[in-house]
C-alpha cells in the first residue's frame, strides 16, 4: 500500500482509539458519582436494590478502566512476534467485560434469593425515591450513549458497557416500581424483582459473552462487506469475476485476506501484475480491507462447442443438487481435452468430498473424451 494510504489508516485508528477512551472516561466518572450516591442512600434505607444498583454501577466503572486498558494494547503496532498486529486484544477485552457483567447478575441473584428467604424491612424517603429516579434517566441515557457510540467505532467492548448500563437502568425502574407497590399496599416485592433482573442480566452476559467468543474463534464476515469486497474487484479491467474470499479478522477494522479471480487467458503477466495490484489499491480505498493476496482462474475468451456443453452441464449440476452452491474457475482446453474447475459445497453434507466426486463421475459419464479435476471449496463467505 501507499504511504499516504497508510499513514491514514494509522491516523484513523488512533483517533479512533482516542475516542473510545473518551467516552470509557465519561463511563468511569458517571458511574463512580452514581455508586456513592447509591451506596449512600441504599444503607440510609436499608434497601438492599439500591445497595446492589451501587455494586453494579462500580463493576460499570471497572468495565470502562478495562475497555481503555484493551484499547490501549490492541494498538500497539506489529512487532516479530505478533506481525498481524494486537487488534483482537479488543475481543479479549470484550469478553473480560461480559464476564464482569454475568458476575454481576448472578451476585444479584444471590443477593435477591437471600432477600426472598430473609426479607428485611425496607423504608422508601421521598428523597431516596428522587435519587433513584435519577439514577435511573442518568443510566439510561449513559447506557444509550455508550451503546450507541460503541457500534459507531466497532468497539465491542463499549456495545458491552452500554448493554450493561441499560440493565443497571431497568433494576434501579424495578426498585422504584418495588417501592411504588409497597407504599400502597404494604407488599414489599423488591428481592423478587430484584431476581427477576438478575435473570435478564445473566442471560444478557451470556449472550455478550457468546458473541466476543465468537469473533475470537473467527466467525463469518458481514455479507455487506464481503459484497462490497467483490464489487470492488470486479470494477477493476479484465476481472469478469471474484471467487474465493478469504477475510481474517485481526481486529475491529482489520480485516486482511485473499481472493480469486477469473481473467481471460490471453493476458500477459505484465497485465496480470497490473491487474492484481490495481485490485489490491481497489479494494483497500473503497473498503478499507487488505488483500495480500490475489489469485487467477484463466478462463475461456470465447466458449467453443464443448466449452459451452461443460459449462451447461456444471450448472445443471448446481441447480439439481442443493449441496453445490456455485462452480468457478472454469477453464476447458479442447486442443488436449482438459477441465479445471472449483466446486463450492454447503456444510450439510457429512462428506462433502464425496459430492464433488459425484460431480466429477457425471461430468466424465457426459464427456468421457475429457479429463476432468475439480477443487473443494467452502462457502466461507457470502
Known amino acids: 500500500m501507499a504511504d499516504k494510504s497508510t499513514a491514514g489508516m494509522m491516523s484513523q485508528e488512533n483517533d479512533r482509539k482516542a475516542q473510545i477512551v473518551r467516552v470509557s472516561i465519561i463511563g468511569i466518572i458517571a458511574n463512580v458519582a452514581l455508586a456513592a450516591f447509591k451506596a449512600a442512600v441504599g444503607l440510609l434505607s436499608n434497601s438492599i436494590a439500591i445497595v446492589l444498583d451501587a455494586v453494579n454501577n462500580l463493576s460499570d466503572a471497572a468495565s ?37 457483567v454475568l458476575w454481576a447478575g448472578i451476585t444479584s441473584l444471590s443477593e435477591s434469593i437471600q432477600g426472598i428467604i430473609h426479607p428485611e424491612q425496607a423504608s422508601y424517603e421521598a ?17 444509550r450513549y455508550v451503546k450507541a457510540e460503541g457500534k459507531r467505532l466497532g468497539a465491542d467492548a463499549l456495545v458491552a458497557s452500554g448493554e450493561d448500563a441499560t440493565m443497571d437502568s431497568i433494576i434501579s425502574a424495578s426498585t422504584l416500581v418495588a417501592a411504588f ?6 407488599v414489599s416485592l423488591e428481592a423478587w424483582l430484584g431476581a427477576v433482573i438478575s435473570v435478564v442480566i445473566i442471560k444478557s ?45 485481526y481486529g475491529p477494522q482489520r480485516l486482511q485476506g485473499s481472493i480469486h479471480v477469473e481473467v481471460d487467458e490471453q493476458l500477459t503477466a505484465r497485465d496480470i501484475d497490473r ?80 459430492v464433488v466426486d459425484q460431480a466429477l463421475e457425471t461430468m466424465q459419464t457426459q464427456f468421457p473424451e475429457y479429463g476432468f479435476s475439480a477443487v473443494l471449496d467452502s462457502d466461507i463467505a457470502d
Do not use: C
Not at 490492541?74 to 487488534?87: E, I, L, R, S, V
Not at 428523597?127 to 447506557?143: E, M
Open 64 to 100: 470502562s478502566i478495562i475497555t481503555i486498558v484493551g484499547t490501549r494494547l490492541a494498538g500497539k503496532q506489529p512487532d516479530k512476534k505478533h506481525p498481524y498486529g494486537y487488534g483482537r486484544i479488543e475481543y479479549l477485552t470484550t469478553m473480560v467485560v461480559s464476564a464482569i
Open 127 to 143: 428523597v431516596t425515591l428522587v435519587i433513584v429516579a435519577a439514577a435511573v434517566v442518568v443510566k439510561l441515557v449513559l447506557g
Open 181 to 186: 407497590i409497597f407504599l400502597f399496599t404494604g
Open 205 to 249: 452476559g451470556i449472550e455478550m459473552l457468546g458473541e466476543a467468543l465468537d469473533k475470537v474463534l473467527g466467525e463469518r464476515v458481514d455479507a455487506d462487506i464481503t459484497t462490497a469486497v467483490r464489487d470492488a474487484a470486479t470494477s477493476v479491467d479484465h476481472v469478469r469475476g471474484a471467487y474465493d474470499l478469504i477475510l481474517n479478522d
Open 275 to 354: 491487474v492484481t495490484r490495481e485490485i489490491q489499491a481497489t479494494v483497500y480505498r473503497e473498503t478499507g480491507v487488505i488483500l495480500h493476496t490475489v489469485g487467477i482462474y484463466s478462463t475461456n475468451t470465447t466458449d467453443g462447442s464443448d466449452t459451452a456443453r461443460i459449462r451447461a452441464a456444471l450448472q445443471q449440476i448446481v441447480d439439481e443438487n442443493e449441496d453445490v452452491l456455485q462452480f468457478h474457475g472454469l477453464y476447458v482446453d479442447e486442443n488436449i481435452k482438459g477441465a479445471n474447475f472449483d466446486l463450492v459445497v454447503s456444510f450439510g453434507p457429512k462428506n462433502r468430498q464425496a
